[in-house]
Structures are given as structure tokens and as C-alpha cells.
């Protein structure tokens, strides 16, 4: 602020003392002038009065001389007026009601002025002789009257200094409203900036879900598709195993492989547009993030190669998480396959493991966020860093900096998808030139650890002989399905959707499984299952599904004692998770 | 006297007061003692005129030449002025009074009284100093005969006066408005 608003009062104030001042002044000489005109007034007339009664005085004459004194009564401010004779007495005069009487002798007659009247005396002379005196007393206007007149000039000056204190103290005032409304202003637009980045936050987040909705429902149907072929293909390579075609034809062979390997590469994809999408089925497990870091240090060596070197920097006490493991293995390589291409020339990859905290503040400021305890995890390159505009895409699906055939754009895609299913949280940091950093943020497990997971190795699974009810909606599937169970050597018992299955099981009392797909017409998977539990509580139960975003997956997650195999599944892992479903006794 | 304007404004009614003497009650038994106080007021008017008159210059000799007030008959008049001027100035000047069996035109008077003499008349006085820088006064009841610039009368049993402006013209004096304005009856200048 300027200095002079501050000043601006005190001029003010200095201004209305002048200006009051000013009006005192004009007052007083107002009043001395009044005074000397009053004098003057009277004495002239006494003069004329003088100068006219002169003869009648000398003579002796009093009725002259008092018609020459009444002829002042005509002056209303003529009070009293009196000629004394040459000796001093009294000769003619008058008093008007009211004012003091006259004197009989001059010697008391003084000229003086006092609040209520004038008085003068002027001698009487005729060509040099004294012959007597005139005594005027002139009324002069009350001092109230005379305030009276001056009132008008004092309530004009008191309105001026009225109007500079009033100026001064609006000035004061409107400066401090510009202050306060400087503050306002200023506070409107942090909290303007604010709302723009939690919008900008927002529509990211909107436009992520749209896109999850979008390669979700895509991924789904593909899932599907794959489903048949791999099964198909899988099959055709057992009968092949099974001497059912001949041996010697190896290009069928290779034919066959290829085309499983192929239809792999695009389940991996369809799995990762599901993770993105957040509807990929995940198996969390309480996990040690700093051992799962540990055991990937072969792959991430082969993946990486020779020009980079790997340093883990692992907190000691770091709590456990609750994830699904291959998920955040896929994560972890997906960002450090990123890392690696960043430095064509080599150098060095960093993974940092922590404990933290994210606050609520910081959880506010971000989209779909939640405060807690977390593990953190920093994969960080010395790379050529990205720039904000990329940094805002980086996540998008199909996005990507990499020539065409090398990138997919799903890496970070998938991770992104499965952080946020897992309830985390996920941040780049990267500079041009400085390379990039990215934190993953898990939330921590709350519960103790159970040693029950670890111990689990994967065997190859045998079949077995107990009677499974299949029931799917879609038909390839469920042909694809059931030719592999009888592989496997099981009974197979086929519904098609949640009806059928519950009048099979009513029928065949010797069904040990149920194994359904969730997404099913009218009655779900889940449905179904309740009520076949219902009926028979001993019954186990295994779900498949290549869309998690059902009955059974809340925030991406299995509800406790619920098994699930994602679609699409190989033969030995279903043959795998049969045999574990079976063997646990049902709750 | 048809010229005689009678004046009745206020300053015109000319009321000797017998109050300095006491009181002219208009006793017909008390004529002589009248006649005293009419000389005593007469004396003191006579000189008191001086300073309302202005003369020509000529009229004086030096700044502090005496104003001679000249008699002439009036019987014991002439010492009651005397006594009355006895000591007076007027603007510096001494006032004298002088008896004078006739009057002419070099007597070296001021003011003229004339009552009328063994050797010479009112008129012959008057005569004397017509043109003269003199103040001729006389006393004649109305509708008498010569009458000098300022003429007493009695009226009302007060002594006033009456007075001629064309006569004072014609003798070279200048009367002050304020004498002018006492008198019973001015003759205007013409």
C-alpha cells in the first residue's frame, strides 16, 4: 500500500482543525468588525445629532433641541440619547423602554460598550466654542443573536471539517477493505488453483475409468475366444503326446506350438488390459515384499541384461502387504523392462522398499486416495526421464514413447490397474534428462501372518474321479471345458445356466464339485453356489471367470474361502487348483 | 412683512426660557421686572448669534481682532450686555460692547443693536450700515416699522426672533443654517 492512505487520515483531521480554525477567525474579526461599524454608526449620528442641535443647546432652546433628539427615536438602535449642556446637565433626551435611565450628569455617562449596548459621547461645538455634549446609547444585537447570525458560517465550516473527517476516515476504512479484499482475492485463487488441480485429477481418474470400461469389456470377450483356442490347442498337442496322430509329422508339431505360444502372448495382453481395467481377478496373498523383491533378481538380471546393474535398497521392518503376487512380479518387470529402455546405454536400476505414511492432507489432494499405512516401492532409473506431457499419458493404455513392435503400452497400464485394485496408490517422479522414478504404494496388511501359503509348491496336479458339475453359459467354453476335466479323468456333469445346474444336483447326489463360471444368465455364479451350498453344504465349490467385476470380486478382491481359476486357464493349473478345492474340507 | 414667511416647524417655535431667570408668568404688574429679564435675554442672544454669522474676511483686522458688539439707545440695554460679554471670546477672538449715541458706516461694528436714539431713528441706524458687514438687530413688535436682519419679537410672552437672509446677503454675511432653522420667520434670500 501506499503511504498516503495511511496519512489520509491525519490530513484530514489537520484539515477540519484549519478549516475550524478559519471559521473562528472569520468569526472573531466578523465580531470586531461588527463592533467597529456599531462605534462608527453611532458615533456619526451623534456627530449629525451634534452638529443640528447646536443652535437650539446654545440658545437654551429644549423643545428645538428635543424635537432634534426625538427625530433619532426613527433609529431603532438608538436606545437612549441625551444633550448635556455646556456645565454637564442633563438638558433635553430620552430613554426608550427597557434601557438604563440617562443621567443627569454627564460625569456619569461614560462612553463604554458592553454586552447589550453601545454608548458615545460627541461635544457640541459652534465655530470653535464648546456648548454641550450628546450621549448616544445604541443597542447592539445580543451576543446569541450575533452566534445566531454566525451560526450559518459555523455550520458550513463545521460541515467542511465534517466532510474532511468523514473522507479521511472512509479513506481508512476503504484501505483497509482493499486490504481485506486483496486477501480475499488471493485466497479465492489458491482455492481456484486447488479446485483446477483436484478437477484435472478428476477427469484423469474419469477418463482412466472410461478406458478400463472400454478395454475391459474388449479383454473379456477375448478372454473367451482364447479360452477355445488355447484348449483346443492344448488338446491337440496332448493327442499328439497320445500317439493319436503321427509322431513323424513334426511341422504339426511346431505348428501347434506356435500357435499356443501365440494365443499365450495375447492372454498376457488380455491380462493386462484386465489388470489396467481393474477387473482382473486377483489372488492376494499376505506378502513379504523385501523376499518377493529378493527372489526376483535372476529375472529381473536376465530381463535387463549386462549393461545394467541392479541395486536393491530393502527396509529392514518392512511390513507385510496383501497383493497378488504375480500381479506385482508383472508390475515390477513391466517397470523395470521401462527402466531398461530409458538407458540404451546401460546403468543402473534402483529398487527402494519402505514403510509409509500417506497423510490426509495429501490424500485429499489426490484422486482416489485413502490415508494409511503403506509399502512403498521405488523402482528408479538414471534414464532420459520423461516429460509432463508424457508423465500425464504415461498410464493410458497403448500409450507409448517406444518405436512401434517394441512397446505395447500396456506395462505401465498394468501396473497403474493393479496398484489401484489392490487399494494402493501409484506416482511418477521424472525429470528430462534425470530419469524417472516410480513409487508404488500397497496398503499394509493388518493382519499376522499365516505360514499356511508359503509352504504351497506347485506340484503336477493328477486328475481324479469324483463327478464335477460344469455349468457355463457360453457353449465353446463349456466343451472346452469339459473335454479337458475328462482328460483329467473326472466325471462331467454339464449345465447351462444356474436352473439346470440346481435340478442336476437335486438328481445326481454323487456331484462333489461345482465348478461355475460368476458371469451367468438369470441366476449368477455366486447364486447358484449359495443355494447348492444351501442344499449340500458339503459341496465344494471353484468359481472361473474372465470378468472379475461381479458377485464375487469386491474392490478386486476374492471374499475370504471363495476359489476362483481366471479364465483363460491351462490344463495343469486347472488340473492343479481341482485337486486343492477338492482336497480342503468345506467349511 | 407680507414676505415674512411664518415658519412653524419644530426648531421654529423659538421659546425663551424664562426658566434662567425665572418665570414670565405674564403679570401686567411686574412690567418693569419684564423688562429686565427681556434685556438679560436679549444680551445673552445678541452675542450668542456671533458664532452662527460668519463675516467676510475683511471684517477683522488680525485673526484675534475683538467682536464689537455696538448699542445704540435701548436705555439700560447696554449695560446689561456689558456685563453679559464681559470676559467672552468667540474663536479666539474677545468680545466688546460699545455705547454709541449713532452709529455710521465706519464705527468698525459687528453686531448693531438699535433701539432708535435721541439723534438717530432705528431706520437712520440701519441706514448707517446698509451694505456694511453688520448684523443689524432691532426689536419691533409685528407690523412695525424698520427691522434690522435679526429682529426680536415677543411672542407668547417669549422672546424670539425673526430674521432677514436677503438683508444679511446684502451686508456680505453668511448665517448658519442652524440659526436659521430657531427663527420664528426667515426671509429667504431672494
Known amino acids: ?587 | 412683512m407680507g414676505r415674512l414667511a411664518h415658519r412653524r416647524s419644530g426648531k421654529a417655535a423659538v421659546i425663551l426660557l424664562g426658566s434662567l431667570f425665572g418665570l414670565l408668568c405674564g403679570a401686567p404688574a411686574a412690567r418693569a421686572q419684564d423688562t429686565a429679564v427681556e434685556y438679560a435675554v436679549k444680551a445673552t442672544y445678541l452675542y450668542k448669534f456671533v458664532p452662527f454669522v460668519q463675516w467676510p474676511a475683511a471684517a477683522f483686522a488680525a485673526p484675534d481682532s475683538p467682536v464689537i458688539l455696538c448699542v445704540v439707545g435701548g436705555g439700560g440695554f447696554s449695560e446689561v450686555l456689558a456685563r453679559a460679554v464681559s470676559g467672552e471670546t468667540i474663536e479666539g477672538r474677545p468680545v466688546l460692547s460699545r455705547s454709541l449715541p449713532a452709529v455710521a458706516a465706519d464705527s468698525g461694528c459687528h453686531v448693531l443693536y438699535t433701539a432708535g436714539s435721541a439723534t438717530q431713528s432705528v431706520a437712520q441706524g440701519l441706514a448707517a450700515v446698509q451694505g456694511r458687514p453688520v448684523l443689524t438687530v432691532t426689536e419691533s413688535l409685528p407690523a412695525a416699522g424698520a427691522k434690522g436682519i435679526v429682529n426680536f419679537v415677543l411672542a407668547d410672552n417669549r422672546v424670539r426672533f425673526e430674521i432677514d437672509n436677503q438683508a444679511a446677503a446684502e451686508n456680505g454675511l453668511l448665517i448658519s443654517s442652524k440659526l436659521l432653522s430657531l427663527a420664528v420667520a426667515v426671509k429667504p434670500r431672494s
Open chain 1, 1 to 587: 500500500m501506499p503511504k498516503l492512505p495511511r496519512i489520509a487520515p491525519l490530513i484530514a483531521l489537520l484539515a477540519a482543525i484549519a478549516v475550524l480554525v478559519a471559521g473562528l477567525v472569520m468569526i472573531a474579526y466578523e465580531e470586531r468588525a461588527y463592533a467597529v461599524q456599531k462605534t462608527d454608526e453611532a458615533t456619526v449620528q451623534a456627530r449629525i445629532l451634534a452638529s443640528t442641535v447646536a443652535a437650539a443647546v446654545f440658545f437654551g432652546d429644549r423643545e428645538a433641541a428635543q424635537e432634534y433628539v426625538e427625530a433619532t427615536r426613527a433609529n431603532p438602535e438608538a436606545q437612549a440619547v441625551a444633550i448635556y449642556d455646556a456645565q454637564g446637565r442633563l438638558f433635553v433626551g430620552y430613554s426608550r423602554d427597557g434601557a438604563e435611565p440617562l443621567s443627569v450628569s454627564l460625569d456619569t455617562a461614560r462612553p463604554t460598550r458592553d454586552a447589550g449596548a453601545l454608548r458615545v459621547l460627541t461635544q457640541i461645538t459652534q465655530a470653535d466654542t464648546f456648548l454641550g455634549t450628546v450621549y448616544l446609547q445604541a443597542g447592539i444585537e445580543p451576543i446569541s443573536r450575533r452566534l445566531q447570525r454566525y451560526g450559518a458560517v459555523g455550520m458550513l465550516v463545521g460541515m467542511a471539517a465534517l466532510v474532511f473527517l468523514v473522507l479521511g476516515l472512509t479513506q481508512r476504512t476503504l484501505a483497509r477493505q482493499a486490504a481485506s479484499l486483496a486477501a480475499a482475492n488471493e485466497e479465492l485463487r489458491k482455492q481456484i488453483l486447488q479446485r483446477e488441480q483436484v478437477e484435472a485429477a478428476l477427469r484423469q481418474a474419469q477418463k482412466m475409468e472410461a478406458i478400463g470400461q472400454l478395454t475391459g469389456g474388449v479383454a473379456h470377450d477375448f478372454n473367451n475366444i482364447l479360452h477355445v483356442i488355447i484348449g483346443n490347442v492344448e488338446s491337440m498337442q496332448r493327442r499328439i503326446a497320445g500317439n493319436d496322430i503321427r509322431r513323424s509329422d513334426a511341422a504339426f508339431v511346431r505348428l501347434t506350438e506356435a500357435a499356443l505360444r501365440a494365443a499365450e502372448r495375447a492372454a498376457t495382453l488380455t491380462s493386462q488390459l484386465l489388470a489396467f481395467s481393474r477387473r482382473q481377478p486377483l489372488a492376494p496373498k499376505a506378502l513379504e515384499v523385501n523376499r518377493l523383491v529378493a527372489g526376483m533378481s535372476d529375472l529381473l538380471r536376465r530381463t535387463l541384461g549386462e549393461t545394467i546393474g541392479i541395486e536393491t535398497v530393502l527396509a529392514g521392518g518392512l511390513w507385510r502387504i496383501s497383493a497378488d503376487p504375480n500381479q506385482l512380479e508383472s508390475a515390477l518387470l513391466n517397470l523395470a523392462v521401462n527402466a531398461r529402455d530409458a538407458m540404451p546405454g546401460g546403468g543402473k536400476l534402483t529398487i527402494e522398499t519402505a514403510n509409509a505414511h500417506i497423510d490426509e492432507t495429501y490424500a485429499r489432494s489426490e484422486q482416489d486416495v485413502s490415508a494409511g499405512q503403506y509399502v512403498m516401492i521405488a523402482v528408479t532409473d538414471a534414464g532420459t526421464g520423461m516429460s509432463k506431457d508424457v508423465m500425464a499419458q504415461a498410464f493410458d493404455p497403448f500409450f507409448t514413447t517406444k518405436e512401434v513392435g517394441r512397446g505395447t503400452g500396456l506395462g505401465l497400464s498394468q501396473v497403474y490397474g493393479f496398484v489401484k485394485q489392490s487399494g494402493g496408490h501409484v506416482r511418477i517422479y521424472s525429470e528430462p534428462g534425470e530419469g524417472t522414478s516410480v513409487k508404488l504404494y500397497l496398503p499394509r496388511l493388518a493382519s499376522e501372518p499365516t505360514s499356511e501359503e508359503e509352504a504351497r509348491a506347485a506340484q503336477p496336479a493328477p486328475g481324479g474321479e469324483e463327478l464335477i458339475l460344469v455349468v457355463e453359459d457360453s457353449e465353446d467354453v463349456r466343451a472346452n471345458t469339459v473335454s479337458m476335466l475328462r482328460e483329467l479323468g473326472y466325471g462331467v456333469i454339464e449345465a447351462a445356466d444356474g436352473t439346470e445346474a440346481l435340478r442336476q444336483l437335486q438328481a445326481q447326489p454323487r456331484i462333489r464339485l461345482l465348478f461355475t463360471d460368476v458371469g451367468l444368465p438369470g441366476m449368477n455364479g455366486r447364486e447358484l453356489a449359495d443355494e447348492a451350498r444351501r442344499r449340500r453344504p458339503e459341496l465344494s465349490v471353484l468359481f472361473t471367470t474372465g470378468y472379475a467385476r461381479n458377485a464375487i470380486v469386491h474392490n478386486g478382491k476374492l471374499d475370504p474361502g471363495v476359489e476362483l481359476i481366471a479364465k483363460p486357464f491351462s490344463f495343469p493349473v486347472l488340473a492343479a487348483k481341482l485337486r486343492e478345492v477338492l482336497e480342503r474340507v468345506p467349511s
